[in-house]
């Protein structure tokens, strides 16, 4: 007789045999899903859908509409477009997933041709890869083993990247004949990664677009965002010059005690960007009064604001910052959110009409009143707090409405000079996984958070959700916009962030709904060396969210 095995998932309980796979589990319940479900936990343990049950436990399934199914489709998705590339073009092209781009991954191939025809058939390929259903095939092995089978098909960024790794065991996925290291799960079957769309751009370079949590029903035609996608590249080819690509090759400047230089190479790097706003607003012909500084959450905007304060009186400029804030209208005025609580998010929490108003009054070079926000009080107070613009001076203005017109409506373009700035990391994993610009946000965030409002690790993680959708409906839109993208990544961050950052992150505790996210940013982490903060600038935008900047709030 079959040991029969409680499984619970949310209300219902169910009896499996032992050894029934996850898989077989996850069809009694998938009625509670829109989508195939691609991953499950085991008592908040993740396991693959193949594996077999073993002991009563609690479960959870994950569609492509949640954060954690999001990500393993995605991962999915490029481990077909690898298979599909290889399949079309041979063994000796070399695909590089670079960056997030739009609603996908930038990606290029090396060792042939690319035009649009091409991306079609690789298109197609991928499509008949997902007919067959193939399963991935998770593997076990020798982390030395894997090193060695990598070095033999001539996989040199799977190699250089497993020498960091301290795991003796490491997880290989194999699609067909076909495999790779990921350093996430992977989907049940090809079959379910049925929904995505490639994009040829130019130069051997194409988009792989994706369902996202918003949208997890279908894929959006991609949109080019030509500033934001050149500043990407710019950094790509500074990160080639300097020989780091990827995570082994800042690891190995790390293990050869040599990244007190590279730090004052990539500090250099910001600062050149903000040199070179300074320059471009005292050379241009626009009569501009007025600099509007926004990006999503953790870009380091306070002390890029701050420092381009520097560089703009080093020009001959007087800046005078003001801060919307002080514009919010009163709370017993306020619309509320969605939870019935006075919303500080939308535009319209901001007094349009009053903003506009004292910035054209201004401008025509007359005296204002400044006010002040009471969060206390929760209004408007004026404290004998006047400005007056003279012929040299400039309005600097940092926050989440910036870059929105509505704002500035009865300002000129000539008089405004707009930069959007956030964290556009060119280093990658390996050539197969990139790193999400909202990762190092994320993370940047977390320490941030921990620092200065004494939120955990989980607190964080919880609001980002909301932290997201904020950004795509007053920030993402407008950042085509803009005289100027400012990339405050620095390449050497993600291993200084893990030495302040991991242990916040251990302390998620198993049964928290945020522990996989948790784990998966842990395991994120583990390709990196650790790089000790001594070296970093107090003027850097880093020591924003790791403490110890020159710069006062």
Not at 78 to 101: C, E, M, P, W, Y
């Amino acid at each position: 007789m079959e040991n029969k095995i409680k499984v619970k998932f949310r209300d219902e309980v169910l009896e499996f045999d032992e050894d029934t796979t996850y898989k077989e589990i996850s069809e009694h319940f998938k009625k509670y899903f829109k989508y195939d479900i691609l991953s499950c936990s085991s008592n908040n343990d993740f396991v693959d859908l193949s594996d077999k049950l073993k002991k009563k436990c609690v479960v959870d399934f994950f569609d492509r509409s949640s954060t954690v199914g999001s990500s393993i489709y995605a991962r999915s998705a490029r481990f077909i477009l690898i298979l599909a590339t290889k399949n079309i073009l041979g063994d000796k092209v070399k695909l590089i997933v670079h960056h997030s781009q739009d609603h996908g991954v930038y990606c290029t191939i090396e060792g042939a041709e690319i035009n649009k025809n091409i991306i079609n058939k690789i298109y197609l390929e991928m499509k008949e890869i997902v007919k067959q259903d193939y399963l991935f095939v998770k593997l076990s092995v020798s982390r030395l083993d894997a090193i060695r089978y990598f070095k033999r098909i001539g996989k040199m960024d799977k190699v250089n990247v497993l020498k960091y790794i301290s795991n003796t065991y490491i997880n290989l996925y194999r699609i067909n004949d076909l495999y790779d290291y990921f350093y996430g799960k992977m989907a049940y079957s090809t079959g379910q990664i049925d929904e995505f769309k490639l994009t040829y751009i130019k130069d051997n370079g194409f988009v792989l677009s994706l369902p996202d949590i918003v949208t997890p029903d279908r894929t959006l035609d991609y949109v080019h965002h030509e500033k934001v996608f050149n500043k990407f590249n710019d950094y790509t080819k500074w990160g080639k010059t300097l020989g780091i690509v990827d995570a082994a090759d800042l690891n190995k400047v790390v293990s050869e005690a040599k990244v007190g230089e590279l730090i004052n190479l990539a500090e250099a790097y910001y600062d050149s960007q903000l040199a070179k706003i300074a320059e471009d607003i005292y050379s241009s012909k626009r009569n501009i009064k007025i600099v509007l500084l926004a990006g999503p959450s953790s870009s380091g905007k306070t002390t890029t604001s701050k420092k381009l304060d520097i560089y703009l009186r080093s020009k001959g400029f007087m800046t005078h910052p003001i801060s919307l804030d002080d514009y919010f209208t009163d709370i017993d005025k306020r619309e509320l959110d969605e939870n019935g609580n006075p919303d500080f998010e939308s535009i319209k929490a901001i007094d349009i009409d009053l903003f506009n108003k004292n910035l054209t009054d201004l401008l025509n070079g007359k005296k204002v009143s400044m006010p002040t926000y009471n969060f206390v009080l929760g209004k408007r107070e004026y404290k004998n707090n006047y400005l007056t613009l003279k012929d040299n001076d400039i309005i600097i203005i940092e926050g989440l409405h910036a870059l929105n017109d509505e704002l500035t409506k009865s300002i000129s373009s000539d008089n405004k000079y707009k930069i959007y700035i956030s964290p556009l990391t060119q280093l990658n994993i390996d050539n197969h996984s990139h790193i999400h610009t909202s990762d190092i946000r994320k993370l940047r965030r977390i320490v941030r958070d921990s620092k200065t409002r004494g939120y955990c690790a989980k607190e964080t993680l919880k609001m980002w959700p909301t932290i997201k959708a904020g950004e795509r409906n007053n920030i993402f839109k407008f950042q085509d916009d803009v005289d100027m993208v400012v990339n405050s990544a620095l390449i050497y961050e993600v291993g200084v962030l893990k030495t302040y950052v991991e242990p916040l992150l251990f302390n998620v505790n198993e049964d928290d709904p945020e522990y996989p996210e948790a784990l998966r940013l842990i395991n994120f982490l583990r390709n990196f060396l650790p790089i000790p903060s001594d070296d970093v600038p107090q003027d850097s935008v880093l020591r924003e969210f790791i403490g110890g900047s020159c710069f006062k709030s």
